[in-house]
């Protein structure tokens, strides 16, 4: 018997990664579409494709179990007129594409699981905020806006929607915590900023587990805050990065110095400096366990 296909759209970044990983290991086939094409990986197929175009990739999605699309360029960059286009354009180009593919498929995928950010609910200060909380202001929430609006006006009769607005994953092999990490252990892991702006983080296992629960629960559909129950200030999250590296107490860098350092680093420094304390409301709601629910357990089980 065939295992079930399940298509990973701009899967090659470390979501995708450690997504594909565990669905080999659950026995299903992924198949990742790139637009790097490096052949093979393992077990895990790759697909070229340019996330904008119909072309020969569409069929992948013929029959398939599930699509989970993490297009995206990344928001690590300056904030500059040509990469807000290229971050605004990967997203809203890749969810209009996929809608186009699943529309013209015989036997459509069952379920289309669509990431998101937490970002659309702004710099919330210490305002939960649970998936009917209204959307923030800024350069970061209208390309929330617009790349969720793109998702709302697709019309798939056959597929399952759902949508997963993502937190800050932890994992070894990806992501911003490696950054950290490297900061952390040069002696540099201090309060940044204020330390006050809420970090709304999910360990990666979770968050695959997450993907799992939206692609096998065939009575979930909507918006799901993908993050865990207990969100930690910045001051809080350092202090147990710190513990988890065993490092010392370091300096807080000042707000001055993270506008400095995130020019020459060409990012924006709102990426440091602001945050948002979410609630996953909705996944509470259905039962989710977590496994790590905890940050201090959940760095330890990462850095073990």
Not at 258 to 273: D, I, K, N, Q, Y
Not at 282 to 290: A, G, I, N, T
Not at 291 to 301: C, H, M, W
Request: aromatic share 8%.
């Amino acid at each position: 018997m065939d295992k079930p296909r399940i298509v990973l759209a701009g899967g090659s970044g470390f979501l995708g990664q450690e997504l594909a990983h565990d669905l080999v290991a659950l026995g299903y086939d992924p198949v990742i579409l790139t637009r790097s094409m490096r052949g093979k990986t393992g077990r895990v197929r790759q697909v070229q494709w340019d996330g904008k175009t119909i072309g020969k990739w569409a069929i992948e999605l013929d029959g398939a179990k599930a699509v989970v699309n993490l297009t995206g360029k990344s928001v690590n960059c300056r904030y500059t007129h040509e990469n807000l286009r290229e971050i605004n354009e990967s997203r809203v180009n890749s969810v209009r594409v996929v809608d186009e593919a699943i529309s013209k498929c015989t036997r459509p995928p069952e379920v289309l699981v669509q990431t998101a950010s937490l970002a659309i609910y702004g710099d919330a200060g210490n305002r939960l905020c649970d998936e009917n909380s209204p959307a923030g202001d800024g350069i970061p929430v209208e390309t929330c806006r617009l790349w969720e609006e793109a998702f709302n006006e697709g019309k798939t009769p056959f597929t399952r929607r759902i949508i997963l607005r993502i937190g800050f994953v932890l994992g070894k092999s990806g992501g911003a915590l490696g950054t950290l990490s490297k900061l952390v252990k040069c002696f540099l892991g201090g309060t940044v900023g204020s330390g006050r702006q809420y970090i709304s983080w999910l360990h990666v296992a979770d968050m695959n587990r997450m993907f799992l629960w939206a692609i096998e629960r065939d009575d979930v559909h909507g918006v799901f805050n993908a993050t865990s129950p207990n969100p930690v200030t910045n001051a809080e999250f350092m202090r147990e990065l710190r513990r988890a590296l065993h490092r010392p107490w370091s300096p807080p860098t000042p707000s001055w110095a993270v506008h400095v350092g995130s020019w020459f680093m060409r990012t924006e420094p709102c990426l440091a400096l602001t945050g948002r304390r979410c609630d996953p409301k909705q996944f509470l709601q259905h039962r989710f366990e977590f496994r790590f629910p905890n940050l201090r357990e959940a760095l330890g089980d990462i850095y073990e």
